[in-house]
């Protein structure tokens, strides 16, 4: 018997899909081959700029050697079992067991719309690197020194234990030594949270994921589509899947590069609208990139999904937050708002881009007002490293938290299925993308030892996660720094894992 690994793939239009036979283990079935990747032209994630940020609100760091605290613990060694990856359709006979059918009906309703499932025989999880101690610390202390962020923090699970947690605060005048109480934006790590929010929903037979968005926020029921100086109506509606997998056609904030500038695009903002409604209005009143499902771009989905997530529960999205996630992960720490108490424990900003060197408090770029209503779940929470990490072992385990079950296991595998391939291919080689995280589908592409199925996402002050649910293993990277370094999540990965070997 061998287990499967869903990683579905959508069709491209461009491609010509040549139906074939394959045979694994005494299994013959039809599939479709792995249409050409696309590229997208988004190369990097999310910013916004400063504005008129005045150089001498920051505070200009002396160089220095980073002081540390580290909290070593001993790793258990874990077996782990390498597998080919192959592809099955909708209709593959050999998935048979309960389970199989249990994730058949939960994915049933995306492989009608043309995506491919490419699954895996055995766990593909490795032990951790025998030296990843000592390689996340060289880690650490390099980006302190070469001035990439501040203090720094990294949390590594592994089967329900944190099995290393390392600290290094870099002493330079303005930041602030990291400790259990240090609280920090996690931007863009709000989105797998907003997704969990979903997959709890979807669970409870509450929308199906081809469910037109406007069946439940009807202002997105007309959407236009742009095409260079006009304006024409969308082919397709806009369906709740195309929202969970950046497919709508909603773009991010003008100054992504390889977006163009779009100074009517909405933005999110606590202050510009009253609550998630009056921002889905905006939304929908804006034209899209592209007709939705058809291709990906890196955008606004997560805000949208917060309302949803508002109608479907009839809870304002942070209190169902907090019902659903929070409180029963113990994520004491993670909320929308900075309250009086809270903002003493918010880490300061490290900032070192063009002429700009140093450390602020005076830069959130989001208000995090207890008052506010229009709290978005791509980028709005702020979190702990601890709770984090709480989230992150319920992720590796499979929707299970010390006997708590948040989702199924057949959630999981659909947050780490494939829809859209090659999407950041000079910033993350080797991996596609799931529900608004990335997915590691060829390592060696990538460069490292990280295993199959790997999935993972990074916030915009340079917070990064990623989740192994096949060795129940997990790793957290937190700082408070701009500008945004994509290099920062394959050398966590390769730390963790190890580099592949040349031979």
């Known amino acids: 018997m061998f287990r499967r690994r869903s990683s579905l793939r959508p069709a491209s239009k461009e491609a010509t899909r040549t139906p074939g036979r394959r045979r694994f283990r005494g299994c013959s079935f039809t599939h479709d081959l792995v249409s050409p990747r696309r590229a997208a032209t988004i190369g990097r994630l999310p910013e916004q700029t400063f504005g008129?940020?005045?150089?001498?609100?920051?505070?200009?760091?002396?160089?220095?050697?980073?002081?540390?605290?580290?909290?070593?613990?001993?790793?258990?060694?874990?077996?782990?079992?390498?597998?080919?990856?192959?592809?099955?359709?909708?209709?593959?006979?050999?998935?048979?067991?309960?389970?199989s059918r249990a994730f058949a009906t939960l994915i049933t309703p995306l492989l009608l719309t043309g995506v491919v499932a490419a699954q895996s025989s055995a766990p593909t999880g490795k032990p951790l690197a025998p030296d990843f101690a000592e390689k996340l610390t060289a880690l650490q202390e390099a980006l302190i020194e070469n001035e990439v962020t501040g203090s720094n923090v990294v949390l590594v699970g592994l089967d329900g234990e944190v099995v290393h947690r390392s600290v290094r605060n870099s002493g330079r005048q303005g930041d602030r030594d990291i400790t259990?109480?240090?609280?920090?934006?996690?931007?863009?790590?709000?989105?797998?949270i907003t997704i969990v929010a979903m997959m709890t929903l979807h669970e409870k037979g509450l929308f199906d994921w081809n469910d037109p968005v406007s069946k439940y926020i009807p202002c997105f029921a007309d959407l236009t589509v742009r095409e260079g100086d006009t304006v024409r109506p969308a082919k397709t509606p806009l369906r709740v899947i195309d929202l969970m997998t950046h497919r709508s056609g909603y773009s991010y904030y003008p100054s992504v590069p390889g977006?163009?500038?779009?100074?009517d695009q909405p933005q999110q903002s606590q202050t510009k609208f009253k609550d998630l409604q009056e921002f889905c209005e905006a939304a929908a009143a804006h034209p899209l990139d592209f007709d939705p499902g058809t291709d990906f771009r890196y955008g606004i989905n997560q805000a949208i999904l917060?309302?949803?997530?508002?109608?479907?529960?009839?809870?304002?999205?942070?209190?169902?937050?907090?019902?659903?996630?929070?409180?029963?992960?113990?994520?004491?720490?993670?909320?929308?708002?900075?309250?009086?108490?809270?903002?003493?424990?918010?880490?300061?900003?490290?900032?070192?881009?063009?002429?700009?060197?140093?450390?602020?408090?005076?830069?959130?770029?989001l208000?995090?007002?207890?008052?506010?209503?229009?709290?978005?779940?791509?980028?709005?929470?702020?979190?702990?490293?601890?709770?984090?990490?709480?989230?992150?072992?319920?992720?590796?385990?499979?929707?299970?938290?010390?006997?708590?079950?948040?989702?199924?296991?057949?959630?999981?595998?659909?947050?780490?299925?494939?829809?859209?391939?090659?999407?950041?291919?000079?910033l993350m080689p080797g991996v596609d993308m799931g529900f608004s995280v990335f997915v590691t589908t060829d390592p060696e592409?990538?460069?490292?030892?990280?295993?199959?199925?790997?999935f993972g996402w990074s916030g915009y002050h340079n917070t990064h996660f990623f989740v192994d649910p096949d060795s129940n293993a997990w790793a957290i990277f937190m700082s408070r720094a701009r500008d945004?370094?994509?290099?920062?999540?394959?050398?966590?990965?390769?730390?963790?894992?190890?580099e592949r070997s040349s031979n």
């Open 259 to 263: 977006i163009p500038p779009r100074h």
């Open 445 to 454: 592409s990538e460069g490292h030892n990280t295993p199959l199925g790997v």
């Open 180 to 192: 259990e109480e240090t609280l920090f934006p996690i931007w863009s790590m709000s989105k797998p």
């Open 306 to 365: 917060g309302r949803l997530v508002e109608v479907l529960s009839g809870r304002p999205f942070g209190t169902y937050l907090e019902e659903a996630i929070f409180e029963p992960l113990g994520m004491t720490d993670t909320s929308f708002v900075l309250d009086e108490q809270r903002r003493a424990r918010f880490q300061p900003l490290y900032i070192n881009i063009g002429d700009l060197k140093g450390y602020t408090n005076l830069l959130d770029e």
């Open 484 to 498: 945004f370094n994509g290099t920062i999540p394959p050398r966590l990965r390769a730390a963790v894992y190890g």
């Open 52 to 99: 008129h940020l005045a150089a001498e609100s920051l505070v200009h760091p002396p160089r220095s050697v980073s002081r540390t605290a580290v909290f070593p613990i001993k790793i258990r060694p874990c077996r782990r079992t390498r597998s080919t990856p192959l592809e099955i359709t909708a209709r593959d006979p050999s998935m048979r067991s309960s389970a």
């Open 367 to 426: 208000n995090y007002d207890p008052d506010s209503k229009a709290h978005f779940g791509g980028e709005g929470l702020v979190s702990s490293p601890a709770d984090y990490a709480r989230f992150c072992e319920m992720l590796a385990n499979k929707g299970d938290f010390r006997g708590r079950r948040i989702i199924s296991p057949e959630s999981i595998e659909a947050i780490r299925t494939v829809y859209s391939e090659d999407v950041f291919p000079e």
